[in-house]
């Protein structure tokens, strides 16, 4: 076990400091709840079944008889949780001859950026890997595919054909593949965009274009369509942990989408050695993130 001593804090063991910096930094919002719904767990596990419906009704002519049809669950999405936890140790003599505050506190706020973290980085590798097939959801498809299977048959696709920078053209054909969605027997689903994530080398171009009120590098007057319509009522959100700068995405009304499952929220405890003296610090937390419905994210990995 790593115990922080008096020889990792020397500067602070005298008087004459000016500041001890570096445990008091700004932190982003909570930038993964602009991706998930958040639910609780109660179990190890939880899982999501898609239920397929039936196909429109026919035609019936005089005198045969009524059709039937019959649906049936199609896939699975499994959300299996996972612990998170961090701890760390101060030695009493750290703790007693430290004339600039509480170690203690100090590294429990640093502790807490370590979980918002890796919270953050978990949230967005859901779309950092949605382009990935080694990453595949319920329908074994990755995330943002052009095949996703339909029960009923053929396939749909939550991606561009050819994969595009963020730019009107490509923003309007995203949001026309968005009104298009269909359930898994083909018929049309009534779902909207919600929000643009996008990484931070793209704040610029998604201000210009969700808030022009005329076209963007367009000589013409035209309005912007996408701005005068509401299109993306949640406007734009920046993910500082995306990976690929040219990558964007769309999130949905779609029920049932992308999901947080909150198992166990973070707790914590402060207990001391008796017989070292040592104070000892832990946090744990459980969670998981994941996709049940592959239509509550649309995305593209961008062209450069």
Known sequence: MSVMNRAQFKKELQEGLNTVFGMERKRYPQ?????????????????????????????????????????????????????????????????????????????????????????????????????????????????????????????????????ADLAESSLEDMLVLISQAKDDRQIPMAIMAKTLIIPPALVFQADRLLNSTLRVESSNNDINSIKHQGMIPGGAKVNQRLTDANAWFLTTDCPDGLKHMVRKGIQGGVEGDFETGNMRFKKRERYSFGVSDWRGAYGTSGNT
Do not use: C
């Open 31 to 163: 930038q993964w709840r602009a991706i998930f719904e958040v639910q609780n767990s109660n179990k190890a596990y939880e899982e999501d079944v898609l239920l397929a419906g039936l196909a429109g009704a026919p035609v019936k002519d005089e005198g045969d008889p009524v059709a039937y049809d019959a649906g049936a669950e199609v896939w699975t999405a499994r959300y299996v949780h996972e612990t998170i936890a961090l701890a760390f140790a101060i030695t009493e003599e750290a703790v007693e001859d430290n004339l600039y505050g509480d170690l203690g506190a100090k590294f429990s706020r640093a502790m807490a950026r370590s979980f918002e973290h890796t919270k953050e980085v978990k949230g967005a590798n859901v779309l950092n890997n949605g382009f990935d097939t080694a990453f595949p959801i319920g329908d074994a498809a990755a995330l943002f595919s052009l095949s996703h299977p339909l029960w009923g048959g053929g396939n749909a696709a939550n991606t561009l054909t050819t994969q």
